[in-house]
Nanobody, 115 residues
Framework: VQLVESGGGLVQPGGSLRLSCVGS????????MSWYRQAPGKGRERVAT????????NYVDSVKGRFTISRDNAKNTVYLQMNSLKSEDTAIYYC?????????WGQGTQVTVSS
C-alpha cells in the first residue's frame, strides 16, 4: 500500500488549499478514507472521513463548515478542500484508510497558515 499526499503549502489566514491523496496497492473504492493531521508537539488527529462510495462524511468539530472531504474512485484519490484557514490548522496532513489508519503512513503534506 502506498499513500501519497500533496497540495500543502504556506497560506495566509482566511485562505484556501486543496489537498490530494493518491492511494495504490489496494482496492481504493472498497475503503472509507480519512484525513488526519499532526501539529508540532501534538498527537495525530483525525479531521475528516468519507465512506467508500462517498455517500457519508464526518468532521471533527474544529473544521466543520470550513473543510470538505471528497473522493474520486476512478482516480484512486481523496481530496480535502480547506477554506477559511486558521493558524491552528498548521500541521502535517496525512490520509489513510478507515478511522484509525489501516496502513503505514505516507510522508504527509505540510500546511502552514501564517501571515
Amino acid at each position: 500500500v502506498q499513500l501519497v499526499e500533496s497540495g500543502g503549502g504556506l497560506v495566509q489566514p482566511g485562505g484556501s488549499l486543496r489537498l490530494s491523496c493518491v492511494g495504490s496497492g489496494f482496492t481504493f473504492s472498497r475503503y472509507g478514507m480519512s484525513w488526519y493531521r499532526q501539529a508540532p508537539g501534538k498527537g495525530r488527529e483525525r479531521v475528516a472521513t468519507i465512506t467508500s462510495i462517498g455517500g457519508g462524511t464526518n468532521y471533527v468539530d474544529s473544521v466543520k463548515g470550513r473543510f470538505t472531504i471528497s473522493r474520486d474512485n476512478a482516480k484512486n484519490t481523496v481530496y480535502l478542500q480547506m477554506n477559511s484557514l486558521k493558524s491552528e490548522d498548521t500541521a502535517i496532513y496525512y490520509c489513510n484508510g478507515g478511522i484509525v489508519g489501516l496502513w503505514s503512513w505516507g510522508q504527509g503534506t505540510q500546511v502552514t497558515v501564517s501571515s
